[in-house]
């Protein structure tokens, strides 16, 4: 079966393809939305290149389109819509228990006649992150709440050091609900990694984004 695959560039996103892969899906594209206001990845204030450098590093075709808040639905459905007729019989998520993610994309899957499949959803999320660091994955911490996550961890690569802040915060380790973005360099997906090579913190609206100024 050929899937698309959501991608926001992040480790959820990530994961999902990789286990995904890992139980025979082919991935024939990621599919990746970048904000018209930001010119950015919503939420996690990526660049559009650097998600464009990972799928070169990964070896999957990127499909990047822009997207307005109020059309983001609809332009979304045509995004899909345009790449059904390649063969595409369904597409993967990243999402693990927020019911009002599920609902949506269940919602919209009906509606375009593909099947979504979530291979993260239900599953424990300290699980989740000790099995997506053991098989090598490496994510930078690129945006985050302020009033939760001090600006110190941002630039970080998430390791056990982190968790444990989390867990110490009582802060879900995944980010599940937003608390936290992320920008995978690295792992069994990635042929080669990217690497940082400058970058600056910035706060805006009450959140901390890493801002990636030169990289290759």
């Known amino acids: 079966m050929s899937y698309i695959a959501s991608w926001s560039g992040g480790k959820d996103g990530c994961f999902a393809v ?9 991935i024939s594209h990621l599919v990746n939305f970048i904000s018209r206001d930001s010119e950015r990845v919503s939420a996690h204030g990526t660049a559009p290149g650097l998600v464009k450098l990972q799928s070169e590093c990964i070896g999957i075709p990127l499909i990047q389109k822009e997207t307005t808040h109020d059309g983001y639905e609809q332009q979304f459905k045509q995004v899909v819509k345009s790449l059904i007729p390649s063969g ?4 993967v998520f990243g999402d693990i228990y927020v ?3 599920l609902d949506w994309i269940q919602r919209v ?9 979530e291979p993260l959803w239900s599953r424990n999320t300290e699980e989740i992150m000790t ?8 994510s930078v911490i690129v945006a985050a ?14 390791d056990k050091s982190y968790l444990d802040y989390l867990r110490g915060k009582g802060i879900d380790v995944c980010g599940e609900n937003g ?7 690295d792992g069994p997906l990635f042929k080669k990694p990217i690497k940082l090579l400058e970058t600056r913190v910035i706060k805006r609206d009450n959140l901390w984004f ?3 100024v030169k990289y290759k």
Do not use: P, R
Request: hydrophobic residues 40%.
């Open 18 to 26: 990789y286990q995904a892969l890992q139980q025979g899906y082919e």
């Open 179 to 185: 608390e936290y973005h992320t920008l995978v360099i």
């Open 109 to 117: 899957c009906n509606d375009l006649n593909i099947k979504a499949f």
């Open 145 to 158: 709440k302020s009033e939760l996550i001090e600006e110190k961890w941002i630039g970080n690569i998430i």
């Open 210 to 212: 890493l801002d990636i």
């Open 131 to 138: 099995d997506y660091i053991n098989a090598g994955f490496k």
């Open 88 to 91: 595409v019989e369904g597409m």
């Open 99 to 101: 019911q009002e993610h």
